[in-house]
């Protein structure tokens, strides 16, 4: 029923001050992407700080659903206040944090997490009680993987004590990592979780049409004439494809569209369980932000100040494709500034 519903009226601009405050009346609770939604890059995306305002003055619950894994709590926290946004870290629900959740929650873990992202991943693994292996440089308990590096793989050593291997944003990928992540999932005891399934991120933030190429050459700090820069960020799902072929094995997927994080929030928060009936989801992307949505059976609105356009939200509805049709928002808005004349009045 719900996805006949989506189908029928979905991917509607949000435009009308009537259409707009009966989705308000009818939704509690706000779950809010944060990169390409709140803001873009360094700055912030004009009307989010109204917006939450708005939203609390309104007496709209508002929870930070994020599937960007290299920043912690505290990290997203002081980032929303730099940019005039005010929450607390109770509110904050990123794929770092509900990674350590899950791998905290596992009675069958007791032993260490070999980390291939940030040092706020390692940080959130750390604040659940588990122990790291891995990491940036300085981050894991053996102290031994920078070094190895430029070994050959035959002389690369594999902690005896590793049980799990956790897939985050990683800039320092590279062949020992792969290796030592993929021979440790040869045992099949040892869990395998991706904090996220993103494929790509665009480089400088904003939107980007996939598979153009940049029109002018870039010029960008002193680049000679005619260079091109590189325009795609390969992002957790990339690196987690490499190593799910390379181990035969199948991640699983901790961030959006998996309904995990709904479920951790529900778990954590401390408040009335979310109702999807009454649940409102805002994101950029198709794939993950309205997938999740679709997933978890609640309201969805793209915002097309980040990834997704609104070309391919248009195209999945008219695809015979189920799958397809599933990353359809019910409706869609230029920015999250769009939602302010409905707060009003």
Partial sequence: AEAGRMAAGGCRRLSSVSRGRELLAAVDTFLLDCDGVLWDGPRAIGGAAQLL???RTSGKRVYFVSNNCSRSRDAVVEKLRALGLQAGPELVYSTARCSALY???TDT????????GSQALCGELRAAGLRVSGGPPGSGEDGEEEEEEGRPISRCHLDPEVGAVLVGYDERFNFVRLAKACSYLRDPRCMFVATNPDPWHPVGGGAMVPGLKPQTPSAVDGETEGQITCTVRPGTGSLT?????GSGRKAVVIGKPSRFMFDCINGTAG???LDPGRTLMVGDRLDTDILFGSNCGVRTVLTLSGVSTLQEAQDNMASALPDRRRMVPDFYVDSVEDFLPLLTG
């Fill in 103 to 105: 791998l905290g929650a």
């Fill in 109 to 116: 873990l007791h032993r260490k997490v070999y980390v291939l």
């Fill in 241 to 245: 494809a490499a190593i799910e072929v």
């Fill in 53 to 55: 305002g708005g939203l």
């Fill in 271 to 273: 408040a009335a369980p």
